[in-house]
C-alpha cells in the first residue's frame, strides 16, 4: 500500500514558467515532508522540507505547500532551468519514527 | 566533509549467489538506511540502523538482511539472489538528532542479476 503517492510519472515545463509537483498520502499521522531530488546515476539530494504544523515553506526557488485536510502537498519552483530535469522524490515521516517514506518519483522535463 | 561512500558501485552476480553492499556514512552519522530503487517501485525502505542496532525495518523478505559496526559503517546481504533484486540500493546517512530528518544519501550501487 503506497502511502506516499506521486500520481503524475512525468511533467513537462517550459523553461522560465513554474514547475508544480503535486504529491498525496494517505497517513494523516506523517509529521514531517520532505522533497529530494535526483540525477541518473546519484543518490537522491535534499530540497526543502515542511513541518506538519505549517502550511507553507520558502526556500529560493522552492516553495512547497501543505493542505492537510486534503493530504495533498506540491512544490513549486520558479522559474524552471536548463538544470532542473531530474526524478522528484516526494517523501514523509511518522511521528517519532525516523524512517522516511518515498514517493515513486515525478520526472521533470524543461522544455526550451 | 566526505559524503557516504557506497562500494562497490557496480555489481554483477548470477541467481541464486549472495552479495555484499558496503555503505560508509558521513562522519558523525551513526544512523545509517539502505533503500532500493526500482523502476516500477521508486525508493523502497529496507531497513535502518542505528549505533548497531536495527531501529526499523521495511517489508522485505528475509533473504534481504544488515549489519552495522562500531565505527557505523553498514553491510547489507542478499542471500539466494533473484532476478527482481535487480536494481540500485542506495544507502543514507543522518546524525538523527533534533528534528533534522534529512539524509544524506551515497550514489548507490547498481546491482544486476543474471
Known amino acids: 500500500d503506497q502511502q506516499v503517492k506521486q500520481n503524475s510519472p512525468s511533467l513537462s515545463v517550459q523553461e522560465g514558467r513554474i514547475s508544480i509537483l503535486n504529491c498525496d498520502y494517505t497517513n494523516s499521522m506523517f509529521d514531517y515532508f520532505l522533497w529530494y531530488k535526483k540525477y541518473p546515476a546519484e543518490g537522491p539530494t535534499f530540497l526543502i522540507s515542511?513541518?506538519?504544523?505549517?502550511d507553507k515553506n520558502e526556500d529560493g526557488r522552492f516553495t512547497v505547500f501543505l493542505n492537510k485536510s486534503a493530504k495533498h502537498l506540491s512544490l513549486h519552483m520558479v522559474p524552471s532551468q536548463p538544470r532542473d530535469p531530474a526524478v522528484y522524490f516526494c517523501?514523509?515521516?511518522?511521528?517519532?519514527?525516523?524512517?522516511?517514506?518515498f514517493g515513486k518519483g515525478t520526472r521533470l522535463h524543461i522544455l526550451p | 566533509k566526505a559524503g557516504v561512500t557506497q562500494t562497490p558501485r557496480y555489481l554483477i552476480k548470477t541467481r541464486g549467489q549472495q552479495v555484499t553492499l558496503s555503505c560508509s556514512p558521513i562522519?558523525?552519522?551513526?544512523?545509517v538506511s539502505w533503500y532500493q530503487q526500482t523502476p516500477g517501485q521508486g525508493l523502497q525502505f529496507l531497513f535502518e540502523?542505528?549505533?548497531?542496532?536495527?531501529?526499523n525495518k521495511g517489508n522485505f523478505p528475509g533473504r534481504f538482511s544488515g549489519r552495522q559496526f562500531s565505527n557505523s559503517r553498514s553491510e547489507m546481504n542478499v542471500s539466494t539472489l533473484e532476478l527482481g533484486d535487480s536494481a540500485l540500493y542506495l544507502c543514507?546517512?543522518?546524525?538523527?538528532?533534533?528534528?533534522?530528518?534529512?539524509?544524506?544519501f551515497g550514489s548507490g550501487t547498481r546491482l544486476t542479476v543474471v
Open positions: 543514507a546517512s543522518s546524525t538523527r538528532t533534533g528534528v533534522n530528518y534529512g539524509y544524506t
Open positions: 517523501a514523509a515521516t511518522l511521528n517519532r519514527d525516523d524512517k522516511i517514506i
Open positions: 515542511i513541518s506538519s504544523i505549517k
Open positions: 562522519s558523525g552519522h551513526r544512523s
Open positions: 540502523y542505528f549505533s548497531e542496532t536495527q531501529r
